[in-house]
């Protein structure tokens, strides 16, 4: 509208500046300008508006952008963060796991050299006692350790906490290899079956015999066959810990036994627990 105003007082002016009358060609070639300039104006007029609403639309895209790179740049910073952190404590991770892998392997070693012992002393104490065997003697391995039971009728005379000779004999043998395993505690656990005693004077029941012949036992070990006194321990089970549940003759005389348990001295062992 401005520039139909400027244009018509543009032609007025011209008109009166010249003082002329326009020729009617002059004036359609003036009108024709004018549409021409409008046409030109129009298009102008759009593409600023077409312009406009691109730059409009690239800066919320250009802020779009930025947000993203924010929250990207954030979750970097934060992945970094923990990346250096996990890092860190990956190698620390690397550092306890050698240092375990090296224990293991020292406790590992230890204990094979346990059970090579067990192992080496069970087979002296078979070949020393191989002729009680028959007897009711028996070596074996549990746990690391090497158990000899001797039934009560090859120590004992029935219901006494005397040895007899065929005890002392087969106690002979046994200490003849344990006076030159120094390395070797024992444990002597008196055992007996689930009958109640009866008629034996100071001993009361159960208890009282399984103790007494463990007693018994490590008296003639230390006393007699001179194995250090404290390398033994006695103890009485009475008849909590059978070897048999069953409730006939034979399992009452499996029952009734002294267990011998020879255990290694594991001060290695114990040193590295305590050390670690």
Same mark, same amino acid.
């Given at each position: 509208?401005?520039?139909? %105003? ?17 020729s ?6 003036? %009108? ?5 300039l409008q046409?030109?104006?129009?298009t ?13 639309? $690239?800066h919320r895209e ?14 970097y ?11 860190t ?30 192992? &080496?002393l069970?087979?002296?104490?078979q070949?020393?006692?191989?002729g009680? !065997? !028959?007897?009711?003697?028996? *070596? ?18 029935? @219901? ?10 087969a106690?002979?043998q $046994?200490?003849? *290899?344990?006076?030159?395993?120094a390395?070797?505690?024992? +444990?002597?656990?008196g055992?007996?079956?689930? !009958?109640? *005693? ?7 029941d159960?208890?009282?015999? +399984? ?11 230390t ?10 321990t006695?103890? @009485?089970?009475?008849?909590?810990? /059978? ?5 006939? /003759?034979? &399992? ?5 036994? %002294?267990?011998?348990?020879?255990? /290694? ?7 590295? %627990?305590?050390?670690?």
């Amino acid at each position: 509208m401005k520039i139909k %105003i400027f244009f018509f007082a543009l032609i007025c002016g011209m008109a009166l500046h010249s003082c002329k009358v326009m020729s009617p060609k002059a004036y359609k070639a003036l %009108i024709a300008g004018r549409d021409s300039l409008q046409a030109r104006t129009n298009t102008l007029e759009e593409e600023r508006a077409k312009l406009q609403a691109d730059t409009a639309h $690239l800066h919320r895209e250009l802020n779009d952008l930025q947000l993203t790179y924010n929250e990207l740049n954030a979750k970097y910073t934060m992945l970094n963060k923990n990346y250096s952190a996990n890092s860190t404590k990956l190698t620390q991770l690397s550092g306890d796991l050698q240092k375990r892998e090296a224990r293991l392997h020292e406790v590992e070693d230890i204990l094979r050299k346990r059970d090579e012992a067990t192992n &080496a002393l069970k087979n002296k104490l078979q070949k020393a006692l191989l002729g009680f !065997q !028959q007897s009711g003697l028996s *070596v074996d391995v549990r746990n690391g350790k090497v158990y000899v039971s001797l039934t009560d009728k090859l120590l004992f005379p029935s @219901g006494s906490i005397v040895i007899d000779d065929k005890g002392k004999q087969a106690l002979k043998q $046994l200490a003849a *290899v344990l006076n030159k395993e120094a390395d070797i505690n024992l +444990s002597v656990e008196g055992h007996t079956d689930n !009958q109640r *005693v009866v008629n034996l004077g100071q001993i009361k029941d159960n208890w009282d015999l +399984s103790v007494l012949r463990a007693t018994s036992v490590s008296r003639y070990l230390t006393e007699v066959e001179k194995i250090d006194p404290t390398r033994i321990t006695a103890t @009485g089970k009475g008849e909590f810990q /059978p070897l048999d549940p069953a409730k006939t /003759p034979e &399992a009452r005389a499996k029952n009734r036994r %002294i267990e011998i348990v020879l255990t /290694p001295k594991l001060d290695e062992l114990y040193n590295l %627990i305590n050390n670690k």
